[in-house]
């Protein structure tokens, strides 16, 4: 086990949050800003993005894009709030960060980004109507939540590409789940990873929490619901598109959230059939 290793790694970490391509200061005052508590008005918030001018065309550009297909032409960002939706920008400004690491630092040959943004989006989406169904005040800080639940294996990938070989080999020989081959590489996990970032980039606990434990829920000391519906939101899309074993533990997750599995199998295969998400994929995440 490479344990010294890894802590040598994790205190790395924050040596990397200036390689977002704007201040991360921003990012926590966006989601802030953004999520369902916030009353911050729309022009607020447009003036937060505005302060950089390349991220505003960058929103501009994708507002107009034939993904979201628009009938008239978006020249604000104060109008793509209100077209697209707080949660979509908040989203799009997060995808374009991680996009930036991933143009900075070049990703092994063998890790699929397409393969990737699938997976994270596809739990976003999950995650998002299960907490809704669950009843849950803010869904979508959960839908965000899920599209950065893995952003520890990108991170991991990245800037330890050879740790990152050793851990996919240890996988493949012993036939563990991801963060089960992490865990006894270097005594962490990506959700550890993940979090770590994220704290970095000025975002607050409801979003690093349920990523930090999303494998691990009920070791969460203040989070253990977020983190538990994604998980829940991760083995319910695993059950369908990687291992059927993970079924058992989504029966037990919906039992411990009071959620009937055939409510949560509704959210998956909702957006298993999102056609939204390849489209998504090509306009900001490749």
């Known amino acids: 086990m490479q344990l010294e290793r890894g802590q040598q790694f994790l205190s790395s970490l924050a040596d990397h949050r200036f390689d977002l391509p704007f201040s991360p200061d921003l ?13 911050a008005s729309l022009d607020e918030i447009a003036r937060t993005i505005e302060v950089d001018q390349g991220l505003t065309a960058k929103i501009l550009s994708l507002a107009n894009s034939a993904y979201y297909g628009l009938q008239s032409q978006v020249n604000s960002v104060s109008r793509a709030a209100t ?14 960060s991680v996009r930036c690491l991933a143009t900075t630092h070049p990703l092994p040959d063998e890790f699929d980004l397409r393969v990737y943004w699938r997976h994270q989006i596809r739990v976003a989406l999950i ?3 299960v907490a809704r169904r669950a009843g849950e005040a803010d869904p979508d800080s959960l839908h965000t939540a ?7 294996k990108l991170i991991t990938a990245m800037l330890a590409p050879e740790d990152w070989r050793a ?10 789940a991801p963060e089960k081959a992490e865990d006894l590489y270097w005594g962490i996990d990506h959700g ?10 000025n975002l607050p606990p409801e979003l690093t929490e349920p990523v930090n434990w999303h494998h691990t829920p009920r070791s969460s000391p203040d989070f253990r ?12 899309l695993r059950s369908h598109t990687d291992d059927a074993t993970w079924a058992e533990q989504a029966d037990t997750l919906c039992d411990e959230l009071d959620l009937s599995r055939e409510s949560a199998e509704e959210a998956v295969l909702a957006a298993l059939a999102n056609e939204t998400v390849e489209h998504f994929i090509s306009e900001v995440a490749a």
């Open 27 to 39: 990012l926590g005052r966006l989601f802030n800003q953004t999520k369902e508590s916030s009353l």
């Open 83 to 96: 077209v697209l939706g707080l949660k979509e920008i908040r989203n799009i400004v997060l995808a374009l």
């Open 127 to 129: 995650c998002g109507e």
């Open 146 to 152: 899920g599209l950065l639940h893995d952003l520890g």
């Open 167 to 176: 851990i996919a080999a240890l996988r493949r020989e012993k036939g563990l």
């Open 192 to 201: 550890v990873v993940g979090s770590l970032v994220l704290r970095a980039w």
């Open 225 to 236: 619901r977020a983190s538990t519906l994604l998980c829940l939101a991760d083995a319910l």
